[in-house]
Structures are given as structure tokens and as C-alpha cells.
């Protein structure tokens, strides 16, 4: 307070923690981004070669019912609705 009876306005505080802690959450919450990525690619790659031997047994399912369909002397049907 001055000899006058007013009030003194406060120092002005220093902005520099504040902005150190916002910094410090932003990168924490793009490693949590990249990491949460990264856990998703994992994920992907393991399942894409059981898609590929999924395709892969589809695909010889496919050509046995065709062999078999042409052994008996009927062709398969590749338009069953056109009979």
C-alpha cells in the first residue's frame, strides 16, 4: 500500500512454468498418439499373413470345386442364376 492509501498493483509473474507445462503435455500427448499408432501397425502386420492364407486356402477351395465340377461332366456354374 502507498503512503497515499492505494493499493500497489502486483509484479507481473513470470509466464515461463506455464509454459514449460503446456509444452511438457503436448509432447506427452503425441508420444501417447505415436505410441497408440504403433500398437495399431503391430497389430496389422501379424494379421496380414493370416488374411494371405485365408485368400490362399479360398482360392484352392475355388479351383477343387471347379476340378471336381468338371471331373463329374457338369460345368461349374459361375452365373447360378442363369439357368
Do not use: K
Not at 509484479?11 to 505410441?35: E, Y
Not at 475355388?62 to 442364376?81: H, V
Request: proline residues 7%; without cysteine; hydrophobic residues 60%.
Amino acid at each position: 500500500m502507498t503512503p497515499g492509501g492505494e493499493f500497489v498493483s502486483a509484479a507481473p509473474r513470470s509466464m515461463w512454468p506455464l509454459r514449460i507445462g503446456v509444452g511438457a503435455a503436448l509432447v506427452a500427448a503425441i508420444a501417447g498418439v505415436l505410441a497408440i499408432a504403433a500398437v495399431f501397425l503391430w497389430i496389422a502386420s501379424i494379421l496380414v499373413p493370416i488374411a494371405l492364407v485365408a485368400a490362399v486356402i479360398a482360392y484352392v477351395a475355388f479351383r477343387l470345386q471347379g476340378w471336381r465340377a468338371n471331373a463329374s461332366g457338369r460345368p461349374l456354374q459361375t452365373r447360378p442364376w442363369e439357368r
